[in-house]
């Protein structure tokens, strides 16, 4: 695809042997050159005469910005100068550093110049105002390059660590909001070889020269890489460039190449021959470039792009090269955004529509006024640009009512969006898949945790599986559909005594996945056309059915059961109820129809599963575990928190700016990967699990706390029950502000938790054959609670005098044991901390309970007790209270 320049422009002697950087004004109408002798040379574009001289200027200028009216240079002696485009005069010194200058960077509005040099930090000056001076510090390495993006709303520094620092300027203060590494090389800043960011003129992305001599695009919104210029030079790249419209992009390099590539495709559609490249400037609207050498020569270059391209130089702005657009989380082909806040929606024609007040439509988050007229606010002259979208353009000025309606989009549990050219498809406790984008196909890796029963594999994938599921039974898999193909669903079982081993089903022409779920024995798919559809694990069709809350948003699987998660009625706030059903399969039956999911204002879930023990979770946005209890009875079920990872006391101190992503529930404990630095998705390499012991939220953070001494007293026998805690050792108790001891809200914690299990337990009993084990764990459990509750009442009667005899005789109702027992110990325990008043009043509760009348309502009314069955909230009685 290689063109020959028609005729080969010619070498103009601009300065003497040096380092030469060139740049057009804006409107294109003059081309100014800076180098080692002391004379700045400006060209007329479309004139081939002499250019006019700025002689008076410093020596070694080694960076030049420009703007329409005025232009800035910066020499190896420290100085930033201003000079006149009217004049062709010097006018001003703008700033001075005590090293010499590397680089200057002109913002899109003029308003500022940011200046790099030897010095550790950057600054930032103010046209209008050189005493409005900002320094950047917090890179606190030596700066090669500097660039602003097309907005003006980030600048990008290139230290001579090999780390890109990005600063966001839309505050008061420049703040460094992410450091990218692993992409540029180490350089010193007097090298020619270049690490300068180029900005993509959509502003999305940037390129910037590798270490390998190749050029990598780098999305701004989540900072990965992306498409690759590669195998053009063979030697260290000098020079970066796009065309205005960023259809194409120049690049030149030490090995005498001059290359011309298309955006598209990565492709190399012109080569030329010019040694010691440094520099190249395209002109902004015509098919011109101009470029400087370290010989002091400057190039200017009218039909730069052959006849054969350059058309497309004449095509609207062209996207950045992305391998998945960050923007988009692609999941089945729909679009895949968070869903925003929930303010309010406003009326149709209110009075704002009315008047064509768009005020409001304009996001004001980090904007800042200039009111003062200080110029602190960077591009304050000009309008705010719109905020990034999908397809780059800006957003409708008025919508309609329709438009506003939000619905929660649809997600797969357990896996991650793309990220350059990799994804998780499936994240679980048996092992996790991923995929990698080889622009022609996939390959798709399994890897399991446990190797003794199952071997890993990967195999290459030509039907594009975006979505992926993983039991100890098998793997599943699913595909969008293409223009010519239908969605492929793909099963895969581990083991077979068949030659036979895995399936495939099409859906219908136009039918995409939404989500899916992997079962003991059913697969469920959730579709676009509004379907659930279920199938054995070996593909047979099983139901078909279309549920009442569309479209789905995500489904899980256990065992026989299904839970669907659809959007709802839309609310008065414009955002759709999120609403679960839980089937039974093979029973035919529906345990929960069209309930609501219990979600604060505001809050998303963020996975959904089932609990080792197959109980029904959620995760929300908001950092939240809960489980459902009652779900097998239809309408009792309700969601109870097990843990909320914002109260976590390894976030205590405020230091840590961590958040959580879902893996499951197991063995009573949440597993989860720990992601830092504002990350929302586990990434590569992966990262290891880690696994939090369940928590009720109960009270605020812990607080420092105050020793109390507690008497001595001889152990006997009733001490046994209090063995199992170590909490109730003879250490100090510490009592917390709130009046209620450590000690006591580990108890209390324990007692919720251990309820919850024993409930899940009983719901389950309930509606399947026990067995023995089951049986047993039933009664363990409410010993334990029991036990829990012993301890509980040990601390009531050691931390309080008479005036806690109340709190402490609920203690002793709470209990599940009807035998008589523990109503003993709880009597020996009052008698043992000299609660008299208490204990009589323990023995008679007992002797109620045992005789199955309780006569302890405060008004006056007689219940009987349920001898067969628990004491305590659950049991069905109203004797205790």
């Not at 005069?89 to 960077?105: C, K, N, Y």
């Not at 039907?463 to 239908?486: I, M, R, W």
């Not at 779920?517 to 959730?526: K, S």
Request: charged share 25%; glycine share 8%; net charge negative.
């Amino acid at each position: 695809m290689a063109s020959v320049i028609a005729s080969r422009p010619r070498a103009r002697p601009a300065h003497t042997s040096g380092t030469t950087k060139c740049a057009y004004t804006p409107d294109g109408t003059k081309l100014v050159t800076v180098g080692s002798n002391n004379t700045i040379r400006v060209y007329k574009t479309g004139s081939d005469g002499e250019p006019d001289n700025v002689d008076d200027c410093q020596e070694q200028n080694v960076a030049v910005s420009t703007s329409n009216k005025f232009f800035v240079a910066g020499s190896e002696d420290g100085t930033l100068a201003y000079y006149s485009l009217e004049t062709n005069m010097f006018d001003r010194l703008l700033t001075r550093t005590s090293l010499p200058v590397r680089d200057v960077a002109l913002s899109p509005d003029d308003k500022w110049c940011a200046v790099a040099s030897d010095e550790l930090t950057v600054k930032l000056v103010n046209m209008e105002d050189t005493t409005n001076l900002l320094t950047l510090k917090e890179h606190g390495e030596q700066t090669k390059h500097i660039s602003f993006d097309p907005k003006g709303t980030m600048l990008a520094v290139s230290c001579t660590n090999g780390i890109i620092y990005i600063y966001s300027l839309t505050a008061d203060h420049p703040e460094l909001i992410r450091k990218v590494d692993g992409v540029i090389g180490r350089v010193q800043t007097d090298s020619e070889a270049s690490t300068k960011v180029v900005w993509h003129p959509d502003g999305r992305a940037f390129a910037v020269a590798t270490p390998t001599r190749d050029i990598q695009v780098v999305s701004k919104n989540d900072w990965e890489k992306q498409r690759v210029f590669a195998n053009g030079h063979e030697g260290d790249i000098t020079a970066l460039a796009w065309s205005p419209n960023g259809a194409l992009l120049a690049s030149a390099g030490k090995d005498r190449k001059l290359l011309i590539w298309s955006t598209k495709d990565q492709s190399v559609i012109a080569r030329y021959e010019y040694p010691n490249v440094i520099d190249i400037a395209w002109h902004p609207t015509k098919n011109l470039a101009s470029f400087t050498t370290s010989n002091g020569e400057v190039f200017i270059s009218p039909e730069f792009v052959s006849e054969q391209f350059a058309s497309m130089l004449k095509l609207p702005r062209q996207p950045a090269p992305f391998i998945h657009d960050p923007l988009v989380g692609i999941s089945n082909g729909i679009n895949k955004q968070p869903l925003p806040s929930r303010p309010r929606a406003g009326t149709p024609d209110s009075f704002d529509d009315l008047l064509d007040d768009d005020l409001d439509a304009v996001d004001e988050d980090d904007f800042v006024v200039d009111d003062d007229g200080a110029g602190y606010a960077l591009n304050a002259g000009r309008k705010r640009p719109a905020d990034d979208t999908a397809n780059g353009q800006p957003p409708s000025k008025r919508g309609n009512y329709s438009s506003q309606l939000q619905h929660h989009p649809p997600f797969q549990p357990g896996s991650t969006p793309w990220r350059g050219n990799r994804k998780y498809l499936c994240l679980n406790l048996i092992g996790f898949i991923w995929t990698v984008d080889q622009d022609s196909h996939h390959t798709v890796t399994v890897e399991f945790y446990d190797h003794e029963f199952h071997r890993d594999f990967h195999f290459t994938d030509t039907f594009l599986y975006d979505q992926a599921c993983l039991t100890n039974a098998g793997a599943l898999f699913s595909c969008p559909p293409k223009e010519d193909a239908p969605a492929v669903v793909f099963y895969r079982p581990h083991e077979t005594w068949t030659q036979r081993n895995d399936w495939r089903i099409t859906l219908p022409k136009g039918e995409a996945v939404l989500a899916m779920a992997l079962g003991e024995n059913f697969i469920t798919v959730t579709t676009t056309a509004n379907y659930v559809r279920v199938y054995t694990l070996f593909g047979i069709p099983y139901r078909v059915y279309r549920p009442k809350s569309t479209p789905v948003v995500t489904c899980a699987g256990w065992n026989d059961y299904i839970m669907t998660i659809g959007n709802g009625p839309v609310g008065a706030d414009g955002f759709s109820k999120l609403l679960y059903s839980i089937y039974n399969i093979k029973r035919d039956e529906i345990c929960q129809n069209e309930d609501i999911v219990a979600l604060p204002e505001g809050a998303t879930v963020k996975s959904v599963f089932f609990s080792d023990q197959g109980d029904p979770c959620i995760y929300d946005s908001l950092g939240t575990l809960l489980t459902l209890l009652h779900w097998r009875s239809p309408s009792r079920a309700y969601w109870v928190p097990l843990l909320d990872t914002t109260l976590l006391p390894r976030l205590r101190s405020g230091r840590k700016n961590e958040s959580y992503f879902p893996i499951a529930v197991a063995d009573n404990k949440f597993h989860c990967i720990i992601l830092k630095g504002g990350d929302q998705y586990p990434y590569f390499p992966r990262p290891l699990l880690s696994e939090f012991e369940f928590s009720i939220p109960l009270s605020g953070p812990h607080t420092a706390a105050k020793p109390k001494k507690r008497k001595k007293r001889a152990a006997d026998d009733d001490d046994m029950m209090l063995d199992n805690n170590p909490s109730s050792s003879e250490e100090e108790d510490e009592e917390e502000e709130g009046g209620e001891s450590k000690e006591a809200k580990g108890l209390i914690q324990g007692f919720m938790l251990k309820s919850i299990q024993a409930t899940q337990l009983d719901d389950l009993l309930e509606v399947t054959k026990s067995t023995a084990s089951q049986r047993a764990l039933q009664s363990r459990l409410e010993l334990e609670i029991d036990k829990t509750l012993l301890q509980l009442l040990a601390v009531e009667c050691r931390e309080g005098g008479e005036e806690r005899g109340m709190r402490a005789l609920e203690v002793v109702k709470l209990m599940r044991d009807t035998s008589g027992k523990m109503m003993e110990a709880a009597g020996k325990i009052a008698e043992r901390y000299g609660r008299s008043v208490l204990g009589e009043k323990i023995r008679e509760l007992g002797e109620e309970r045992v005789g199955g009348v309780v006569r302890s309502r405060s008004d006056g009314r007689m219940t009987t007790a349920n001898r067969g069955g628990r004491g305590g909230f659950d049991s069905g009685d109203e004797s205790d209270f």
